[in-house]
């Protein structure tokens, strides 16, 4: 089984632009999620962007690197991409989120692992929901699970669901190469365009997400005040 990383990453985020590039202690935040990935038991690791900045900085440091449109609505349209432009052949590829910069090597392995069952297409981790200001944030996506697939992805949860059991999704993403070409050709679906979740869409086309339970949690940057936090968090533990 042979397995390729993706980390899309591009320049013109909504909450934070230019976030790829920002320092966080010393390295930009795509080096580190760079530095991570190779850690892991992933044959290959290449990042997919659409601005020469982005491009140019993984040069620097001797990343692996592919020039992608910047018309994708999500990640995993530029997955896609990348792995045709630089012709691909693995059999499992895992989009690893570009804004994790801490994000554990063994996280990207218990992915990898998963893809010994054989009926497993998609896979993804969760953390079971420890805090309660994680309901709120809108930020921090929710998901629900039965028999160890995803029923829903929520942005907020109401109080009267509180009693169910959520955890907090971690966006990274493992697909078998041909339903990754498959879930790319779908439009766009009512809920996906109404959360801005990617996986709401495959999951109304009837397309199974296997979540991972997973202890480790992870420190995705969406606003510059999350990147003051994991400065903070990691700074003090060096």
Same mark, same amino acid.
């Given at each position: 089984?042979?397995?390729?990383?993706?980390?899309?990453?591009?320049?013109?985020?909504?909450?934070?632009?230019?976030?790829?590039?920002?320092?966080?202690?010393?390295?930009?935040? #795509?080096?580190?999620?760079?530095?991570?990935?190779?850690?892991?038991?992933?044959?290959?690791?290449?990042?997919?962007?659409? /601005?020469?900045?982005?491009?140019?900085?993984?040069?620097?440091?001797?990343?692996?690197?592919?020039?992608?449109?910047?018309?994708?609505?999500?990640?995993?349209?530029?997955?896609?991409?990348?792995?045709?432009?630089?012709?691909?052949?693995?059999?499992?590829?895992?989009? #690893?989120?570009?804004?994790?910069?801490?994000?554990?090597?063994?996280?990207?392995?218990?992915?990898? /692992?998963? $893809?010994?069952?054989?009926?497993?297409?998609?896979?993804?981790?969760?953390? @079971?929901?420890?805090?309660?200001?994680? $309901?709120?944030?809108?930020?921090? %996506?929710?998901?629900?699970?039965?028999?160890?697939?995803?029923?829903? *992805?929520?942005?907020?949860?109401?109080?009267?669901?509180?009693?169910?059991? *959520?955890?907090?999704? #971690?966006? #990274?993403?493992?697909?078998?190469?041909?339903?990754?070409?498959? %879930?790319?050709?779908?439009?766009?679906?009512?809920?996906?365009?109404?959360?801005?979740?990617?996986?709401?869409?495959?999951?109304?086309?009837?397309?199974?997400?296997?979540? @991972?339970?997973?202890?480790?949690?992870? *420190?995705?940057?969406?606003?510059?005040?999350?990147?003051?936090?994991? %400065?903070?968090? *990691?700074?003090?533990?060096?």
């Amino acid at each position: 089984m042979t397995v390729i990383g993706i980390i899309p990453s591009r320049y013109y985020s909504s909450r934070f632009p230019g976030k790829p590039l920002e320092n966080i202690l010393g390295k930009s935040m #795509i080096q580190r999620v760079y530095e991570q990935a190779i850690k892991s038991k992933l044959d290959k690791v290449v990042v997919a962007t659409d /601005d020469h900045r982005i491009f140019n900085e993984v040069r620097s440091f001797n990343g692996e690197v592919v020039m992608t449109s910047s018309d994708h609505i999500s990640g995993t349209e530029r997955c896609l991409e990348a792995i045709n432009k630089i012709n691909s052949k693995h059999e499992i590829i895992i989009n #690893i989120q570009g804004d994790e910069p801490f994000i554990n090597p063994a996280q990207i392995n218990q992915l990898i /692992d998963s $893809f010994n069952n054989e009926e497993i297409e998609i896979s993804t981790l969760a953390k @079971l929901i420890e805090s309660e200001e994680i $309901f709120f944030d809108p930020n921090k %996506i929710k998901v629900t699970i039965n028999n160890k697939k995803a029923v829903s *992805f929520d942005r907020i949860i109401n109080s009267e669901f509180k009693k169910e059991i *959520f955890y907090k999704h #971690i966006g #990274i993403y493992a697909y078998r190469s041909k339903i990754l070409k498959k %879930i790319c050709l779908l439009s766009p679906s009512s809920l996906e365009i109404k959360y801005g979740l990617e996986q709401l869409r495959w999951l109304q086309n009837g397309i199974d997400i296997v979540v @991972l339970e997973t202890s480790l949690d992870s *420190f995705n940057v969406d606003t510059p005040n999350d990147l003051k936090k994991i %400065i903070e968090r *990691f700074g003090s533990s060096k």
